[in-house]
C-alpha cells in the first residue's frame, strides 16, 4: 500500500509540476505581447521562477527531444523580459567592483564545479559538475554539461548549450542569441573538441564527438565541406557527428574578381569503436589537426 500511495503522490506532484509550468508560460507569453504587466507581482515572479529553474537546470533555452532539438521559445521570453525588471546594482567581489543588472553565480563547492579566477557566470547559466571554468565567461540561459572544460577566454553566450566532457579551448567563441525567439541557439554536443580560437555562432549545430580545428568559424552561412569522398559535399549549420573539421578556402567570383571565402573542410572522421580520449589523440596525430 505504501509503494501504491508513492506512486500517486509522485504522480500528483508531476502534473502540479505540468500544471505550473503551463501557467507560467501562459503568464511570461502574456507579458511579452504586453510589457505593461511587468509591473505585476504575478509576472515578476514567474519570469524569476524561469530564471531560477534555468540556473539550477531544471529548464533549458533548448532541449534534445527524440525527434531533435527543440527549442523553448517562452523561455527565452523570460530570459529577454528579466532585464527590464532589474535594476543596476554594485557588485563587489574582493577588490574588484561590478555595475550591472545581473547578479553572479554563486555556491560553486557546493556544486562540484572548479572555478579559476577569474572566471565568470552569470546567474540563470546552469553549471553542471565536475566543468572546470578556466578565466573564462558563460552567460545567462546556457546549459553546460558534467565534465566539460571551458578554457583560458573561452566565452559561452546565452541560451548556448554545451554537452557533456567537451573541450572548449583557449579563446573560443560559442556566440549567443536572444533573438529572434524562435532561433536555435549554438549546440555543442557531448565529447566534442573545439579548437584554440574557434568560433561558432547562429545557432550552428556540432553533433557529437566532432573535432574543429584551430581557428575554424562556423555560421550559419558558412560552406561546410566534407572533402573525404571522390566529390566534395556541401552544407551548411551543421557539423556531422565524429567529423574531423580544419579550417579552408574556396574560390568565389565577385564584381572586382575572383577571390577566396572562408569555409570548413571535413578531412575525416573519429572512429567511434574508440575511447574518447585516445581517439582525440589518435584523430590530432593521424590529421594533424591544429588545436
Given at each position: 500500500?505504501?509503494?501504491v ?5 509522485k504522480?500528483l506532484?508531476t502534473?502540479?509540476m ?17 510589457r ?5 507581482s ?12 534555468l ?14 532539438w ?24 574582493g ?10 553565480k554563486k555556491?560553486?563547492a ?8 577569474h ?18 565567461y ?13 578554457d583560458?577566454w ?7 548549450q ?23 541557439p ?33 555560421t550559419?552561412s558558412?560552406?561546410?565541406i ?22 579552408g ?12 571565402v ?16 585516445t581517439?582525440?589523440?589518435?584523430v ?6 591544429a588545436?
Open positions: 500500500m505504501a509503494k500511495n508513492a506512486y500517486f503522490c504522480a506532484e502534473e502540479q505540468a500544471m505550473n509550468r503551463q501557467e507560467t508560460e501562459a503568464v511570461i507569453n502574456a507579458a511579452w505581447e504586453d505593461s504587466l511587468l509591473k505585476e504575478n509576472t515578476i515572479a514567474a519570469i524569476e521562477a524561469v530564471i531560477k529553474a540556473d539550477e537546470g531544471e529548464l533549458r533555452t533548448a532541449e534534445p527531444t527524440a525527434s531533435g527543440k527549442v523553448n521559445d517562452w523561455v527565452k521570453k523570460a530570459v529577454i523580459l528579466y532585464f527590464p525588471i532589474r535594476k543596476m546594482e554594485q557588485i563587489e567581489v577588490p574588484f567592483e561590478f555595475h550591472d543588472k545581473m547578479a553572479l555556491d560553486y557546493a556544486k562540484g564545479i572548479r572555478v579559476v579566477p572566471a565568470i557566470a552569470r546567474y540563470g547559466a546552469y553549471i553542471s559538475r565536475g566543468v572546470v571554468m578556466m578565466p573564462s558563460i552567460n545567462i540561459g546556457a546549459y553546460v554539461d558534467e565534465g566539460t572544460m571551458v583560458t573561452a566565452t559561452v553566450g546565452s541560451c548556448a554545451i554537452g557533456k566532457h567537451v573541450h572548449l579551448s583557449g579563446g573560443v567563441g560559442i556566440g549567443g542569441v536572444l533573438e529572434p525567439v524562435q532561433a536555435a549554438v549546440i555543442i554536443e557531448d565529447n566534442c573538441f573545439i579548437g584554440s580560437r574557434c568560433i561558432v555562432v547562429e545557432g550552428v549545430k556540432v553533433e557529437s564527438e566532432a573535432v574543429l580545428g584551430a581557428n575554424v568559424v562556423l550559419m558558412t560552406k561546410i566534407d572533402v573525404t569522398g571522390d566529390e566534395p559535399i556541401e552544407m551548411k549549420g551543421r557539423v556531422p557527428a565524429r567529423s574531423v573539421v580544419i579550417p578556402s574556396y574560390a568565389k567570383q565577385f564584381p572586382a574578381g575572383e577571390y577566396n572562408p569555409c570548413a573542410l571535413i578531412i575525416g572522421k573519429r572512429k567511434a569503436s574508440t575511447d574518447k580520449k581517439s582525440l589523440n589518435d590530432l596525430r593521424d590529421f594533424q589537426v588545436v
